[in-house]
């Protein structure tokens, strides 16, 4: 019988990529990630804004979930309405080049048309293998 995959700690190739990748597991959190390097400390209404798509039920939660891992900073103002902002924290911050290097290759490689998103090689590259298979055939 396999053991659960929780207690394989002893030589776990993948156990830094994996790591990484559940802080930021979510629809969103990579989004949010984006938007606050790019633009700073923004407001709860700014990041939904920014993120028209998502519920603020999920927002929060996100937002909650990036918090807890020492990612995201929140503060809130005792003002009347309440008012609150999110931040990177120098935790989060130290992320930058995972999300820069995630837009670049979204860039380079994802393609939208008419609503439909498609993955494929950059056009240079597409170029490249075409002239390989014409020759190759």
């Known amino acids: 019988m396999s053991r659960p995959r929780a207690k394989l700690t002893n030589n ?52 909650r979930e990036l918090e807890e891992a020492g990612i995201v900073a929140r503060k809130v103002f005792a003002v009347v309405p309440p008012r609150v902002d999110y931040s990177l924290t120098p935790l989060g911050l130290s992320l930058e080049p995972v999300i820069l290097a995630l837009d670049t290759w979204g860039k380079g490689h994802v393609k939208c048309r008419n609503g439909v998103k498609t993955v494929a090689l950059p056009d240079e590259a597409a170029d490249a293998v075409d002239a390989v298979a014409r020759s190759a055939a």
Not at 28 to 46: M, P, Q, S
Request: contains cysteine; glycine residues 8%.
């Open 12 to 63: 776990f190739p993948g156990c830094p990529v994996e790591s990484t990748l559940s802080l930021l597991d979510g629809k969103w959190k990579g989004v949010i990630l984006y938007h606050l390097l790019n633009d700073g400390t923004l407001r709860f209404n700014e990041l939904r804004r920014r993120l028209s798509a998502v519920t603020q039920r999920m927002l929060t939660k996100q937002l």
